[in-house]
Nanobody
Framework: QVQLVESGGGLVQPGGSLRLSCAAS????????MSWYRQAPGKERELVAV????????NYADSVKGRFAISRDNAKNNLYLQMNRLKPEDTAVYYC?????????WGQGTQVTVSS
């Protein structure tokens, strides 16, 4: 069955960095577009970044452009999100998802808290 397992979240000070990872299994990872979403308390889940199967297409939410970088390793079935210059408003649960605008599988999420 499809499994998406996120890791790498935690508590970080404003201006700091974190790297999220997502280990995928149970499907042809190298053929699937993948994405990162996040959901902050009291807010709707939002798309953070999306990457095509071969990494030829990448797009970001305006709020994270220039600070976050999505990447993937198809040989290892891993998806990544490098987050730099983190802000308190980046605090959320971050989810790995299979697909782009309408994902059909989700991970369990990893908490990212940006606070001094």
């Amino acid at each position: 069955q499809v499994q998406l397992v996120e890791s790498g979240g935690g508590l970080v000070q404003p201006g700091g960095s974190l790297r999220l990872s997502c280990a995928a299994s149970g499907f042809a990872f190298n053929l699937a577009a993948m994405s990162w979403y996040r959901q902050a308390p009291g807010k709707e889940r939002e798309l953070v970044a999306v990457i095509s199967s071969g990494s030829g297409y990448i797009n970001y939410a305006d709020s994270v452009k220039g600070r976050f970088a999505i990447s993937r390793d198809n040989a290892k079935n891993n998806l990544y999100l490098q987050m730099n210059r983190l802000k308190p408003e980046d605090t959320a649960v971050y989810y790995c998802a299979r697909g782009g605008g309408q994902p059909n599988y989700w991970g369990q999420g990893t908490q990212v808290t940006v606070s001094s």
